[in-house]
């Protein structure tokens, strides 16, 4: 076994015993893996009838679907629909949103995200966040990756957390020269890669990216792309994107959001139209609005 593989086993290895322990984290009391019966997949998430309103308002009603271990879950429709409220729920990222409300039961590995004994800053350590801009740190591209598992206070073997990490977001052979060097001097598509390393040295659960290429030009979506493909081996990840084809190249599963108006139109949510393998929703939607979205007729 060479060194790299070596270092890929124990590192995927870590990542399988931080999932195990993800809800003891989460929770002080004795985590339960569910008894799945033969050939069911294990849930990460369960939301059933997630409402979240802002001052009052809604901004997504009645959202139930469950996503998937190491599945990569695609949530598309378009603007205004809730796609970014609803992922910003599963790591409580809406609690730093003055006015925000989320009703209804959202359950992590079978516990309840927003129960009363559960700790948010334990929360986001498990289920990271990836922004649609780079946000790099004004810090060394070392110091920008090494920065989580230091306030976590793993300092043991910090050159090699941040070479996994690296490795992990394939940026470790384009930088490796130069660490100490600000890592506002990367590109922007090797910033974002560096915020997935930053995102993936702490040994997450569940990686959340919010429109992660938008900002990006071609030749980094895809390697942006690649890397999610990659990377849910060892994670599980949920995208919000605008792209299709996108969606349709990186995901196993696809969620289309769709607004809805009330009898005055003075108001709008969005609401969950269909949920299913992504195969399924872009070659042969149950619904018609689906159909009409995801082929351009409406958007």
């Known amino acids: ?83 970014s409220t609803l992922l910003r729920c599963l790591n409580r990222m809406n609690d730093l949103i003055p006015n925000a409300e989320v009703q209804g039961e959202l359950l992590y590995h079978g516990e309840d995200l927003y129960g009363p004994t559960v700790d948010p800053v334990q929360v986001r350590k498990l289920i990271g966040m990836v922004f649609q801009k780079p946000n790099p740190f004004p810090k060394s591209i070392y110091d920008n990756v090494a920065f989580g598992p230091r306030i976590l206070g793993r300092k043991d073997d910090l050159d090699a957390t941040v070479e996994h990490a690296l490795r992990g977001a394939a940026l470790w052979e384009e930088v490796k020269d130069r660490l100490e060097d600000n890592a506002f001097g990367l590109s922007g598509g090797q910033q974002q890669r560096l915020c997935i390393a930053r995102c993936i040295a702490v040994e997450p659960d569940v ?82 609005r689906t159909e009409d979205y995801v082929s351009g007729k409406v958007g």
């Open 207 to 288: 990686i959340l990216m919010d429109e992660p290429c938008s900002a990006l030009d071609p030749i980094s979506t895809g390697k942006i792309e690649d890397l999610m493909i990659a990377l849910k081996d060892e994670f599980s990840i949920v995208i919000v994107t605008h792209n299709m084809q996108q969606a349709a190249r990186v995901s196993d599963r696809t969620a289309f959001l769709m607004v809805e108006l009330d009898a005055d139109e003075q108001n709008r949510w969005g609401r969950l139209v269909e949920y299913d393998d992504t195969e399924k929703i872009f070659t042969n939607p149950a619904d018609q």
């Open 1 to 83: 076994m060479t060194q790299d593989e070596s270092r890929t086993g124990t590192g995927r290895e870590a990542r399988e015993a931080a999932a195990e322990r993800a809800a003891i984290a989460v929770r002080p009391d004795e985590f339960h893996h569910s008894e799945a019966g033969s050939g069911a997949r294990e849930k990460v998430f369960e939301l059933k009838g997630i409402d979240v309103r802002y001052s009052g308002v809604a901004a997504v009603k009645g959202i139930s679907m469950d996503i998937h271990r190491k599945d990569v879950t695609a949530l598309i429709g378009p603007s205004g629909c809730g796609k």
